[in-house]
């Protein structure tokens, strides 16, 4: 069974930080492509960050400079460290896998988790 779950939202105030995780089970972790998107009411989801198999890293310009991704291999865990919050911010955080594995799988390349809810005041 293919598992993708996000944990680590909440309700903060403008300034502060959060560390969301998400653990997944079911596919091959070290060949996916790890990704966390957001998407607030009423807005398309957005990409957020990625990490790539070999470390790379991507993150959106929105958030740059405030976020960092990370993973952990061994727990089959990808981390978003959200530091400097802003109202902006606020949106259900959703992890996401892209792998061949997954194919096997679920017979799609892309697998999402439900999401954690992020809510940043003023």
């Known amino acids: 069974e293919v598992q993708l779950v996000e944990s680590g939202g909440g309700s903060v105030q403008a300034g502060g930080s959060l560390r969301l995780s998400c653990t997944a089970a079911g596919f091959t972790f070290d060949d996916s492509r790890m990704g966390w998107y957001r998407q607030a009411p009423g807005n398309e989801r957005e990409g957020g960050a990625s990490?790539?198999?070999?470390?790379?890293?991507y993150i959106a310009d929105s958030v740059k400079g405030r976020f960092t991704i990370s993973q952990d291999n061994a727990k089959n865990t990808v981390y978003l460290q959200l530091n400097s919050l802003k109202p902006e911010d606020t949106a259900m955080y959703y992890c996401a896998a892209d792998a061949s594995s997954l194919v096997c799988a679920t017979g799609k390349p892309r697998a999402w988790g439900r999401g954690t809810q992020v809510t940043v005041s003023s």
């Open positions: 990490i790539y198999p070999d470390g790379r890293t």
